[in-house]
């Protein structure tokens, strides 16, 4: 994660949709095969939802959440206790060989500075017939309805904000290419999404990104590139107007691997 900007940093907005991610909504693919007793690298815990549950399948064995910065690791402490807490840069962990039977990262790759890299790491640092899982959204391939205009210019924003990051906005549909790149030959690839349609789930999800837009690092970073306040007020509006509406529906695309080194 290092060399580049983390585009949706800490706001309470942020941590409101992370915290949302659970193992059984954001890694179902990887849940059948673990087993008690395995040790896992959770690699950009975040909020520590997801290591939680991870946690709590594979216990007694033991969990060790990675965070970028000493800041990102203390959201991590907050949301889960019981696991072990690493700061390091996926571009080069800082642990030997063959350590973890499971390495897992979510939302991570389409971050940071290189993908393949992280990838090589993470299968460095996996003991032979362990498992690497990784999943990450495609954000050109969500698809919402009613087309409301402030939501393509919202996407539009986010693409240009990410790529100005360092990111990969995209990186659902690479994520196959890069375990290839990475020395991968035994990978699984699979993709799942997440729907927003009925009233109690839009004004969450829509409330959430009206509140994002117009405060976290994203919005920050926006404004420094020349957006105004004026025109991130609209987007967060045409956020709330979705949310609103009874039609309103949304799908987000997520690709996911399950490698093995």
Request: glycine share 8%.
């Amino acid at each position: 994660m290092a060399n580049n900007v983390y585009t949706h940093g800490h706001h309470e907005s942020v941590l409101r949709s992370h915290r949302w991610r659970t193992a059984e909504n954001s890694a179902a693919y990887l849940l059948p095969v673990l087993r008690p007793g395995m040790s896992v690298l959770d690699v950009g815990a975040g909020p520590g939802t997801i290591t939680a549950d991870l946690a709590a399948v594979v216990a007694p064995g033991e969990v060790t959440a990675l965070e970028a910065t000493a800041e990102a690791l203390e959201v991590t402490k907050a949301g889960v206790q019981g696991v072990a807490y690493v700061v390091g840069d996926v571009h080069a962990l800082d642990f030997p060989d063959d350590t973890f039977d499971v390495v897992h990262a979510h939302q991570v790759l389409q971050h940071v500075a290189n993908p393949v890299q992280a990838l090589r790491e993470m299968r460095r640092v996996c003991r032979p017939g362990g498992y690497v899982a990784a999943r990450d959204s495609d954000y050109a391939a969500f698809t919402w309805f009613p087309r409301l205009p402030e939501l393509d210019e919202w996407m539009a924003l986010y693409q240009r904000m990410a790529r100005a990051n360092g990111g990969e906005p995209d990186a659902g549909r690479r994520m196959l290419s890069w375990a290839r790149a990475a020395g991968f030959t035994d990978v699984t690839s699979t993709s799942s999404t997440w729907c927003f349609a009925d009233e109690e789930d839009r004004a969450w999800w829509g409330g959430m990104w009206a509140d994002r837009v117009r405060a976290s690092a994203m919005a920050t970073q926006a404004l420094a590139s020349g957006v105004t306040q004026q025109d991130l007020q609209r987007l967060s509006d045409g956020w709330r107007a979705w949310a609103d509406s009874p039609d309103g529906w949304l799908s987000i695309l997520h690709g996911e691997i399950l490698a093995r080194p």
